[in-house]
């Protein structure tokens, strides 16, 4: 009986110590080797100024941002989560109807065609990503807020796109704090034409 739990011991010892150290200690350096940007979160910096992270959604509110979804937990990564409302729940439809009556005001009253990810969060809350419908639909507001040719920002919008995962699964999808970056590079037509 004393050798049975003696190797029983020994066994939970060593689990621990591969499982609980090594292992996670391997996983870490392999990590930081090959993928430093990724282990460390993704994290964008101008200077010494930490921007966000291409992982975690964040709100843009201003008319010349692009919109990310709806987050159940104000795009706070310490307490990400869902609203835990059923979709017959009379306040998540009451919630549904101020996004769709907001999102149709600021983007030129089409309540008819408002993507549904631009109503509904995302299960964690913190999706970076919207489909490139999503971003499409948007346009018209961002190109006039911007004062930029709405081609010009759909070509942006394009670029920015990645395509389904494997070539099939799921669909074409834009990171919004990567899209609004890249967007604050843009200048105005007019501005551009001055220095011609």
């Not at 049975?4 to 621990?16: G, P």
């Not at 995302?122 to 990503?129: R, T």
């Not at 070539?167 to 037509?189: A, K, S, T, Y």
Request: glycine share 8%; charged share 20%; hydrophobic share 40%.
């Amino acid at each position: 009986m004393k050798t049975q739990l003696l190797i029983s011991a020994k066994v939970i010892a060593l689990s621990l110590v591969l499982l609980g150290v090594v292992y996670p200690l391997l996983i870490f350096v392999a990590g930081q080797a090959l993928f430093p940007f990724r282990a460390g979160g993704s994290i964008v910096k101008e200077g010494s100024r930490v921007l966000g992270s291409e992982l975690i959604a964040q709100d843009f509110s201003l008319p010349g941002y692009f919109q990310p979804r709806p987050s159940a937990c104000d795009y706070d990564p310490s307490s990400s989560g869902g609203s835990n409302l059923g979709p017959t729940n009379p306040k998540l439809l009451e919630i549904y109807r101020d996004r769709i009556q907001r999102l149709s005001l600021t983007n030129g009253g089409a309540s008819a065609g408002v993507p549904f990810e631009l109503v509904a969060a995302s299960a964690s809350g913190l999706d970076p990503h919207i489909s490139l419908g999503a971003a499409l639909w948007q346009l018209p507001r961002i190109a006039r807020a911007r004062s930029l040719p709405r081609q010009r920002v759909e070509e942006l919008v394009r670029k920015n796109a990645d395509p389904p995962f494997l070539g099939f699964v799921g669909e074409w999808r834009v990171n919004v704090f990567d899209l609004n970056r890249q967007l604050d590079r843009l200048r105005p037509e007019e501005e551009a034409k001055k220095d011609e």
